[in-house]
């Protein structure tokens, strides 16, 4: 029976030769790889704050409508649009659009936005954010879940990570599975939990999750990988030094290179030196 790192991740759908390669450099190249490259960061989209409650440095969801939208030409051409809550007033900036953005981003126009907020004197502001625009009459739910950022590398965006362990799951979820190397009474004495479960909450959190342990670090299905990972090292350090203690060096009895050094030399040894001479 083939496992998850039989599987290689050219198997799996939109792998091509290049997309292989900048997951190579990742230090990924089966299906076991994508299930244990884990994210490093969660974007929480799950609530829209206010404007009003906003502050520089924030990774945050805002929704309003556009009461401001203007190129403007400077140094650098730009789209500028002011969004309105009723709570405040956040500033959108487009360095790089077309037309179509430019419209789609018209007066009027209810939108949603994720970015960082940044500050510009004592104006707040998000730079390329992204968005959507909503249909007015309509109440549009937000993210349940949080999204999960993974390492990666030119050329390898979040979607495709995000498609590409979507399947990973998918395939552990089924017939193949993940090797437990922890015995289950270990894991019943520090109350840890299976693998693939612990594997699955971190990378797609399910709505009822802890959010805030997440966000921490500090979620079971977290620990439950960490212990192992520290475990891990901690057997190897042991069996090292196991190695080590077992290949001990030989003692050497008394031999007659000292006496040979001492005859080769052309002067007379101090008490010093002969000293020396007898430790090493």
């Keep these: ?96 659009f077309n037309v179509g953005l430019k419209q789609a981003l018209a007066c009027d126009t209810r939108v949603r936005c994720f970015g960082e907020v940044r500050g510009r004197g004592r104006q707040i502001e998000m730079i390329h954010p992204e968005f959507h625009c909503l249909a007015t009459a309509t109440l549009t739910p937000v993210e349940e879940t949080l999204r999960p950022i993974y390492p990666s590398t030119e050329g390898l965006g979040q979607q495709t990570l995000f498609q590409l362990i979507d399947q990973a799951l998918v395939l552990l979820n089924g017939q193949q599975g993940l090797d437990e190397y922890i015995p289950q009474t270990i894991r019943e004495h520090f109350d840890l939990i299976d693998l693939a479960a612990s ?25 439950r990988l960490a212990f192992e990972e520290l475990l891990a090292y901690h057997l190897s350090m042991r069996l090292k030094r196991q190695r080590l203690h077992a290949h001990r060096a030989p003692v050497f009895s008394e031999s007659k290179l000292r006496d040979q050094l001492t005859q080769t030399l052309e002067f007379q040894l101090t008490s010093a030196q002969q000293r020396v001479v007898t430790e090493i």
């Design 199 to 223: 594997i699955q909450t971190i990378h797609r959190p399910s709505p009822d999750v802890a959010m805030d342990l997440l966000l921490k670090g500090i979620h079971p299905a977290q620990q």
């Design 1 to 96: 029976m083939s496992t998850l790192q039989d599987i290689p991740c050219t198997q799996l759908k939109g792998v091509g030769s290049q997309t292989a390669a900048r997951l190579h450099k990742c230090g990924i190249v089966n299906v076991q790889d994508l299930l244990f490259h884990l994210p490093y960061r969660y974007q929480d989209r799950t609530r829209i704050s206010p404007i009003s409650d906003l502050r520089v440095g924030d990774h945050t969801v805002v929704e309003g409508t556009i009461i401001s939208s203007q190129v403007k030409q400077g140094r650098r051409r730009m789209l500028i649009c002011d969004i309105e809550d009723g709570s405040g007033v956040l500033k959108i900036r487009f360095f790089h």
